[in-house]
């Protein structure tokens, strides 16, 4: 009867690891998976040159900005951000919207220079 209620124990004791490491595993992977889509900011002065540059990881890119000191001074706060965050998303978009863009182009390029080209010998 012991020896039924000791297995039962190990039994569920084991389970339960096995449950533990499935989520330890799940947790790693959507950890990895959120931490991609966190945006961080990063911002770096060279004082030499009086220019900031200012990167920006997100989605698995990191794009960079770089503003003079003059820049900085003469802007407001606000126009200063969104120039700043204009230049962050087009490198972040440009390089998708090229990739979706491209087979469009080709086929709209083709075109016009069949029709261009029609009737001339």
Do not use: C
């Not at 330890?24 to 002065?45: F, G, H, M, N, S």
């Not at 794009?63 to 126009?79: I, K, P, S, Y």
């Not at 998708?96 to 086929?107: G, I, S, T």
Request: aromatic share 4%.
């Amino acid at each position: 009867m012991i020896d039924d209620i000791d297995k039962g124990r190990v039994a569920h004791v084991a389970n339960m690891e096995q449950q533990l490491e499935h989520l330890r595993a799940e947790y790693d992977r959507y950890k990895a998976l959120a931490e991609k889509w966190e945006p961080v900011i990063t911002t770096e002065t060279d004082a030499q040159t009086q220019k900031t540059k200012i990167g920006l990881k997100f989605g698995g890119k990191h794009v960079h900005a770089t503003v003079t000191a003059n820049f900085l001074q003469e802007m407001d706060t606000t126009g200063a951000v969104s120039q700043i965050t204009d230049v962050l998303v087009e490198g972040l978009m440009a390089e998708q919207l090229a990739k979706v863009l491209r087979p469009h182009v080709e086929r709209v390029q083709k075109s016009v220079i069949a029709v261009a080209g029609a009737g001339k010998w």
